[in-house]
């Protein structure tokens, strides 16, 4: 009931809200060319003088009320296949940052210009193109209107052309990017639009149409527009074969084996009018992505890695944005392909096939539906299940969103190591996300209910939130229910049987003059209610945090948290084994000060590091994580992180020293040459691994790989196991 009457308020809010604080859009005309364009960094072909541009603009950074100080000027034409952009950037001199040569660079650490297109104006999603000083080029995804970090996948690639040049005042960056490699309705007559640029030498982040200070720049309530002088027209549809052949030659020293193995498999992505792919995927083989990083959990509850994997990226957040990131997420990409053997050891499962249709229906409607098959490993006593997902999302009031989704995982064959309540497990839900025109208030509410064998009543997952972000302020409320019997086998639940609430409070100041450009505080209270323990309080923190950032991007920040905790099962947080754990039914409470500090990312010298001290349950921690390294701009930069923890309990419980180390070294020969080597050690998991990564780019997309992997038990040092790769795949057009 409570989070009933929290929504219903919810949505009254934002039902006024919703039309308040909407900034007068700029806008640009697109003219339509038949003469062609030769990509080469000068813009000398004279239909870039009839060219409409986008200039004027404004700062971000370190101010957002005054005008850029160097100039940027953005021209758009268009053709029956190919979108131009052609950009002038105006500098000071050619000393320009760039981070490496690597395709997919950070806007943090280059001199670049970032374009972006809302292609179906729904306030949700857009396409980010963007090309640095060097000719290095980036592209990403943006979805959940843009609004923070989650919203925003580099993993994503698709195939353009650009050219760059530099002089002594200013660089210049062509762009062709052909209409079947974006989606969008036929018959456009306007897209949103957006352009911002970094410009270390001038210490400057600027963008087209105003961003105020503290927001992402790829906010997409904020964008412009673009108008074309004539409608687009359905483009040709693009058929792209993806084949890969890799051949393998690993060795596992536990018993002794060597294997050689050769496959075959691939993909075939093919699109269905202007707004939706069919992805088919045979034998799919993900050797090529880089390894995780090992991360040093101290917490009770699972956590969550990214996803790397192509097949999965597109549309992405279609699938995934359902259900809150934090808590309880009803479908997790990653779950594909990964299994626990029968001594609960996480191991890799082979994926046989899959279909993944997803997209744009029309400006208001997304359709998502996924099927994969997984094989069965009968010695590790792993089931084939068949994996699928449907989610239909609409747009509502403005720039707000409603979706239902089925997921459902099951089990066709008949398996004696199989329990009768792992035969099959569904979850339905539906997910509604309110969002005002330019994101000042942004909301969520769900309700979802899971299935399995034998099911018992509830089983579900219900969450409300509201969010107010402006400049000087941000406020954020949540309430979320999980029931103890909640259960998504392809999503990722960090606790089930909870009520869980969260309260933050921000405050940004912007002095005037000085070398500090911003500074503010933030309060935050957590806690989590148990529901086998008659909604008992298990968990609950306060945390406050001071951050202060330079003129020159600098960041120092330091935080204070008073941490509650009830163990209801016995834990050992020395992760010790063979430790005594601290038994259940106890509580502890203890405070913990941290200090952070973070060198301005075009520094090429890199340092970010965190010191942190306090109680830990009954006893103290000492933690100090961080990256160290240098980068030798444009071809070479080496990164040493650590995370140490020195954990101290009395007698008889244990104590311990927790090392994670992990240097790389990344070199990026030319643009399309990379070698990567990274090598992680961590006395908690008792294993040294090395994971080197050498790339030939020769074609658009198609790339030859040879990955070397070596991994080593650290307490007896011997080797556990030792792989090499070669693969190449290469995208047709057919």
Not at 317 to 340: E, H, N, Q, T, V
Not at 406 to 413: H, K, P, Q, S, Y
Not at 544 to 570: A, D, M, P, R, W
Not at 572 to 579: I, L, Q, V, Y
Request: proline share 3%; glycine share 6%; no cysteine.
């Amino acid at each position: 009931m409570y989070l009933f009457k929290y929504t219903l308020l919810s949505i009254f809010l934002f039902s006024i809200l919703n039309s308040y604080s909407q900034n007068e859009k700029r806008f640009v005309t697109v003219k339509k060319i038949s003469e062609e364009i030769i990509l080469n960094g000068i813009l000398d072909e004279k239909v870039w003088e009839k060219a409409d541009k986008a200039d004027e603009f404004w700062q971000q950074f370190p101010s957002d009320s005054v005008k850029a100080t160097d100039k940027t000027e953005v021209k758009l034409l268009y053709s029956d296949t190919h979108l131009y952009v052609g950009v002038t950037a105006y500098t000071v001199g050619k000393n320009y940052t760039i981070n490496s040569l690597r395709r997919d660079y950070s806007s943090r650490n280059n001199d670049n210009v970032t374009i972006e297109f809302e292609t179906f104006n729904d306030g949700q999603n857009a396409f980010l193109f963007g090309v640095n000083a060097f000719g290095v080029q980036r592209e990403a995804l943006i979805s959940e209107r843009g609004v923070g970090v989650r919203g925003f996948n580099l993993t994503w690639d698709t195939k353009w052309r650009s050219a760059s040049k530099y002089f002594d005042n200013k660089y210049v960056v062509e762009y062709a990017i052909p209409f079947s490699s974006i989606k969008y309705p036929e018959n456009s007559k306007s897209w949103g639009f957006q352009a911002y640029r970094y410009d270390f030498q001038s210490n400057e982040r600027s963008i087209w149409t105003n961003v105020v200070q503290g927001l992402f720049p790829t906010h997409i309530g904020f964008f412009g527009e673009m108008i074309f002088e004539e409608p687009l027209k359905k483009n040709k549809t693009p058929l792209y074969l993806i084949p890969y052949i890799n051949a393998l030659n690993s060795k596992d020293f536990s018993d002794i084996k060597n294997d050689n193995l050769f496959s075959l498999g691939g993909d075939l992505k093919i699109a269905i009018g202007t707004g939706l792919n069919l992805d088919v995927t045979i034998n799919p083989d993900f050797s090529n992505v880089e390894v995780d990083d090992v991360i040093t959990n101290l917490t009770r509850f699972e956590i969550t890695l990214p996803e790397k994997r192509q097949f999965f990226i597109d549309n992405g957040d279609l699938f995934g944005s359902f259900g809150s990131f934090r808590d309880a997420i009803p479908f997790f990409s990653r779950r594909i392909g990964i299994a626990k053997d029968s001594v609960g050891n996480t191991i890799q499962n082979n994926i046989i096939g899959g279909v993944r249709l997803s997209g744009k229906i029309d400006e208001n409607w997304r359709l998502g539906f996924l099927n994969i098959q997984n094989s069965e490993d009968i010695k590790n006593q792993i089931a084939s299940n068949n994996n699928s997902m449907f989610a239909i999302q609409r747009k509502v009031f403005g720039g707000s969103q409603i979706g239902v989704f089925i997921v459902n995982r099951e089990t066709f064959g008949n398996y004696d190591f199989l329990e009768a309540n792992d035969k099959y497990n569904r979850v339905v839900g539906l997910d509604y996300n309110l969002a005002s025109s330019n994101n000042r208030w942004i909301g969520k509410f769900y309700t979802h209910k899971s299935f399995k064998p034998n099911d018992k009543e509830g089983n579900l997952s219900s969450f409300a939130s509201i969010f107010y972000n402006t400049r000087e302020w941000r406020l954020y409320s949540n309430t979320v229910f999980v029931d103890e019997d909640f259960r998504s086998d392809l999503g990722f639940i960090r606790r089930t049987g909870i009520i869980k609430t969260g309260n933050s409070i921000t405050r940004n100041f912007y002095p005037k003059k000085g070398k500090i450009n911003s500074h503010g505080f933030r309060f935050l209270h957590l806690s989590w209610l148990q529901q086998n323990l008659n909604y008992f309080k298990t968990d609950e923190s306060f945390n406050f945090e001071y951050t202060l950032s330079t003129n020159n991007q600098n960041q120092l920040q330091l935080g204070f948290n008073n941490k509650f905790v009830f163990l209801f099962n016995s834990f050992d947080p020395s992760r010790t084994d063979g430790a005594l754990e601290l038994p259940s039914e106890t509580d502890y409470n203890y405070n913990e000060w941290n200090l952070n500090y973070r060198l301005n990312f075009a520094n090429p010298f890199i340092l970010n590091s965190e010191l942190t001290y306090g109680g830990f349950f009954n006893g103290t921690k000492l933690s100090y994580t961080g990256t160290i390294g240098y980068r030798f701009q444009p071809k070479f930069i080496f990164t040493l992180q650590w995370d140490y923890n020195k954990i101290k309990l009395p007698r008889p419980y244990s104590s311990n020293d927790i090392i994670l180390i992990r240097p790389k070294f990344d070199f990026t020969f030319t643009k399309n040459i990379f070698w990567s080597t990274l090598i992680q050690y961590s006395n908690l998991t008792n294993n040294f691994g090395i994971n080197s990564r050498l790339q030939w780019r020769f074609a658009p997309l198609s790339d030859l790989y040879l990955v070397y992997n070596d991994n080593y038990y650290t307490q007896e040092f011997g080797p556990v196991f030792r792989s090499i790769n070669l693969k190449l795949t290469y995208w047709l057009n057919l």
